[in-house]
């Protein structure tokens, strides 16, 4: 389905291959201050939609979202010592607000453990207000050197949850729930992007946390993309902002806490797990446009067919738009929609119409096919379920195929670095000797699984597998 | 309805009743950063309604969300004389970032007018791109020094849409549809509130507008709040930015926009015009429980009828909410659902239960009915109906009973600052002189609406009426 000249091939150059989409999808594009960036209407729409489906898995998890604030004292960040460490060198300091240089600079959020911490000590005063399980909508701001839009940037918009527990158990669990109920399940079943869910590194651990859970996703140039992490944060800030409460036997002990967060980098990681190129494929169960039906070219009723074939198709629950912008030369068009990776495009010109029959454009198998104009509704329906279900087979497949079992350290950095791909080690042989001599190659361990797949309790189990790779 | 003792009382003290309110019903309270808020979840559960129906309405009008920076150059804000001017004493400005001093200063967006400019710029080639309808959902930084939660904090929440037209006319009649489709019609049919739109005076004007269409309601205490302005910016922004279009003629003139602004500042209009000394009252439309169903008493099925109710609530598409709370003291219970606002209570208990009857509690009116089980819930679905209306018209009539016609400039002063209400006097009699005479008495002119009440086209038509008061 590639068009030459309209993107900068995959297998030429990935990373500006990523850039042409960027750009010629409407997506996004750089803003002016450094590291930061502009989603566009497209681009936003997408995350709009991921909004919506994390959102509602949040809330299903029993958390409730609040707003707490962009500025923070910079004292707030120094009472926990690992996390003001781990977050130094990124912050961005206001010093003069109101015309006047501010007695305490403040910084903008980086994440919001912090402030959250400090509203937590006030409003838990016993057992029965635990668990407290808060969720935010935000922007945030991490400076950033090496900027790529969406992916890493100086300011991203991000969901970040923050709990309090009456125990480790309890926190440990939810911290679990989040990861398998609200981002993996969301990233396979809507996203189509099979990730590997396992524990961090202490080296790659969050700044502040006792146990980093994530989810890892291979990006079609073999790389590691991190969608999602989730943190115990174990009494760390409990202890820093005084989270205590008053249990049945009287006593006064520090809370457990979680956070955990998922962000616009989710966008990134969808375009370069399933475009291709011709552009991006959206899952179907994704995109806020899942039909576009285009009026090839005006006349003998074909805009009131197309215009009612859409109406039927929003009846019938499918996000269906029009495209009668006969203006626009087709072919330009049709590169368009390509570009934007609506799953199905329905043609509608004279021709076909006169026989009884429209043509259909699938984008993710990448086939076109004519059909009957009485079956079309039924023929996109079970489409956009074959689609979907397609795209998150090829990608796992894709996946499985670049993951390869190794032995040593030589071997790992061989897979992740020569073959361009993930190698699986015993983490026993690895361990933090051989992760350290992994970062001279710009490899890492995303995280540490267990033998059949499973989300270790810490990084400690024995028995261990590392998923080694390079990321972004 | 009001309890002694959980909220100071209007009459006695209208800001210490809202700041009472404020924290009684768990809305909001003050970030530890001079002026920021934290809103907490049942705060941000009216917000996130507010916002999907504002949202809503904003798409239905054809504009499209996007997500533009949070930091603007500094630069930026100096390239339209009369904006820089405005904002300049508000802004917060980071001075350094990832442990180093910037090259040039960046400031945090008080408004987008100017990075959104510089975007329009690039992305407007020709005719055929306009109207461009951009909006987005962002939080904005202006600070203040006499902060107070919801109605002025240095960060808020808010909508701003931002669109550019090929003709003023084009650009002046889309800034009237968003504030009478997005603006006045969420207020009057979902938030019950009814405003006054009408056009600010020259002094009142956004910094950098030619005319700015304003929302204005009257809180409980005669004072008026600005609910959603909506402003034309003539050419000015697009000089400044060099938002130019090739028109049908070849030439390449200068585009028409507007910008358009509602924020958490809502949440703070609802509280003060609906609210009484038992608490909040939220409007059924908007309340995120509708109704909550009490256990009074557990106890001979009593929990399994409660349970049953709201699902057979939920399914009739009431948003209900179950408070099986036993543990808990149900007068204190009661209090707290009152503070709430929650429109309907339905207590149920083992004596009402065995009588076939349960208690339906309204909030609005605040009556209190024993119901037969087997009608409750069209009497439920009803009542909701006729409360929303009901609170709609009760504003209305305390608006209109505070509204007094006067012919003077002192008369004005009068009514604004003994009666606490509002006046209405001719523009002709009052003019430029009388309205800086009004502002030694800390009393502006809200709007200039018509003798009709209709939205004028501009601050110089014949015959249009200023409506005063003191205002938030």
């Known amino acids: 389905m590639a068009k030459a000249g309209v993107l900068t091939p995959q297998a030429t150059d990935f990373p500006r291959w990523y850039q042409d989409v960027l750009g010629k999808a409407e997506l996004a594009e750089n803003g002016p201050v450094r590291g930061t960036m502009v989603i566009r209407p497209y681009g936003y729409a997408i995350w709009e939609r991921m909004q919506a489906e994390m959102d509602?898995?949040?809330?299903?998890?029993?958390?409730?979202?609040?707003y707490f604030p962009l500025f923070i004292p910079e004292s707030y960040l120094k009472r926990e010592a690992e996390h003001v460490e781990g977050f130094s060198p990124e912050l961005a300091v206001v010093t003069h607000a109101g015309?006047?240089?501010?007695?305490?600079?403040?910084?903008?959020?980086?994440?919001?453990?912090?402030?959250?911490?400090?509203?937590?000590?006030?409003?838990?005063?016993?057992?029965?207000?635990?668990?407290?399980?808060?969720?935010q909508w935000a922007n945030v701001v991490r400076w950033e050197l090496?900027?790529?839009?969406?992916?890493?940037?100086?300011?991203?918009?991000?969901?970040?949850?923050?709990?309090?527990?009456?125990?480790?158990?309890?926190?440990?669990?939810?911290?679990?729930?989040?990861?398998?109920?609200?981002?993996?399940?969301?990233?396979?079943?809507?996203?189509?992007?099979?990730?590997?869910?396992?524990?961090?590194?202490?080296?790659?651990?969050?700044?502040?946390?006792?146990?980093?859970?994530?989810?890892?996703?291979?990006?079609?140039?073999?790389?590691?993309?991190?969608?999602?992490?989730?943190?115990?944060?174990?009494?760390?800030?409990?202890?820093?902002?005084?989270?205590?409460?008053?249990?049945?036997a009287g006593e006064r002990p520090y809370a457990w806490t979680t956070s955990w967060g998922s962000s616009t980098r989710m966008?990134?990681?969808?375009?370069?797990?399933?475009?291709?190129?011709?552009?991006?494929?959206?899952?179907?169960?994704?995109?806020?446009?899942?039909?576009?039906v285009t009026v090839v070219k005006s006349g003998e009723g074909v805009g009131e067919v197309a215009a009612k074939l859409v109406g039927d198709l929003i009846t019938a629950g499918v996000r269906?738009?029009?495209?009668?912008?006969?203006?626009?030369?087709?072919?330009?068009?049709?590169?368009?929609?390509?570009?934007?990776?609506?799953?199905?495009?329905?043609?509608?010109?004279?021709?076909?119409?006169?026989?009884?029959?429209?043509?259909?454009?699938?984008?993710?198998?990448?086939?076109?096919?004519?059909?009957?104009?009485?079956?079309?509704?039924?023929?996109?329906?079970?489409?956009?379920?074959?689609?979907?279900?397609?795209?998150?087979?090829?990608?796992?497949?894709l996946r499985d195929a670049r993951t390869v079992d190794v032995a040593s350290v030589d071997e790992a950095v061989a897979v992740a670095v020569d073959d361009e791909g993930w190698a699986r080690i015993p983490w026993a042989t690895l361990g933090e000797e051989g992760e350290a001599r992994l970062s001279e190659s710009a490899v890492t361990v995303r995280c540490l699984i267990r033998p059949d797949g499973g989300v270790p309790d810490s990084e400690d189990e024995p028995d261990l597998i590392a998923v080694v790779g390079r990321s972004y």
């Open 267 to 292: 966008v990134g990681g969808l375009i370069m797990t399933h475009g291709d190129d011709a552009g991006l494929r959206i899952p179907p169960r994704l995109a806020a446009t899942q039909v576009v």
């Open 56 to 66: 509602q898995r949040i809330k299903a998890a029993g958390a409730r979202n609040a």
């Open 146 to 248: 090496r900027p790529r839009v969406f992916l890493r940037t100086s300011e991203f918009l991000w969901q970040e949850g923050h709990t309090a527990h009456a125990t480790r158990e309890d926190a440990a669990a939810y911290a679990r729930r989040i990861l398998h109920e609200a981002y993996a399940d969301l990233m396979a079943t809507v996203l189509a992007i099979p990730v590997v869910a396992g524990v961090k590194t202490r080296r790659e651990r969050f700044a502040g946390a006792i146990t980093t859970l994530t989810c890892e996703a291979m990006m079609r140039d073999g790389k590691a993309l991190q969608m999602g992490t989730s943190h115990e944060l174990g009494q760390n800030f409990a202890r820093a902002f005084d989270i205590r409460f008053l249990d049945a």
């Open 320 to 397: 269906a738009e029009l495209d009668d912008r006969v203006d626009v030369a087709f072919g330009r068009r049709a590169v368009d929609w390509e570009l934007k990776g609506v799953p199905v495009r329905i043609e509608i010109g004279p021709r076909d119409l006169a026989a009884g029959a429209v043509t259909v454009v699938r984008r993710i198998p990448g086939t076109k096919a004519t059909v009957p104009i009485e079956t079309v509704l039924s023929d996109v329906t079970e489409a956009l379920e074959i689609d979907q279900a397609a795209l998150l087979a090829e990608a796992t497949q």
């Open 99 to 135: 015309g006047k240089e501010l007695e305490e600079p403040v910084v903008v959020r980086p994440t919001s453990e912090t402030v959250i911490g400090e509203f937590m000590a006030k409003w838990i005063q016993s057992y029965r207000d635990l668990p407290l399980l808060l969720n």
